[in-house]
């Protein structure tokens, strides 16, 4: 699995910025990557060093169209901790 794929999107959400203001960066990404492999393509994608890496999978939820009942899909969110003095330039708008 190549370094590009692995991260798939930023999460961008309430609880994803203040996290951000921690150091904590919140990415969706690809169900077989692990710990490891997350933080080696944190690392050679925006040329950070993280600090830690924590995974979890987020259940889909349940919905309805047109009286049919279904589900979102289940993925993979990875919060990356980077030292203090350390910022991804492109979450910051620089």
């Known amino acids: 699995m190549n370094y590009e794929s692995i991260l798939i999107e930023p999460v961008l959400s309430e609880k994803a910025n203040i996290l951000r203001e921690q150091g904590?960066?919140?990415?969706?990404?690809?169900?077989r990557?692990?710990?490891i492999e997350?933080?080696?393509a944190?690392?050679?994608?925006f040329k950070v060093h993280?600090?830690?890496c924590t995974v979890m999978v987020v259940g889909g939820k349940p919905k309805r169209l047109r009286n049919r009942p279904g589900h979102t899909s289940?993925?993979?969110k990875a919060i990356v901790?980077?030292?203090k003095?350390?910022?991804?330039?492109v979450f910051e708008g620089v």
């Open 85 to 89: 003095e350390e910022k991804i330039a």
């Open 24 to 31: 904590k960066y919140v990415f969706k990404v690809d169900p």
């Open 38 to 40: 997350i933080k080696e």
């Open 42 to 45: 944190v690392r050679r994608l």
């Open 74 to 76: 289940t993925w993979k």
């Open 50 to 52: 993280p600090v830690s």
């Open 81 to 83: 901790r980077l030292p």
């Open 33 to 35: 990557a692990n710990k």
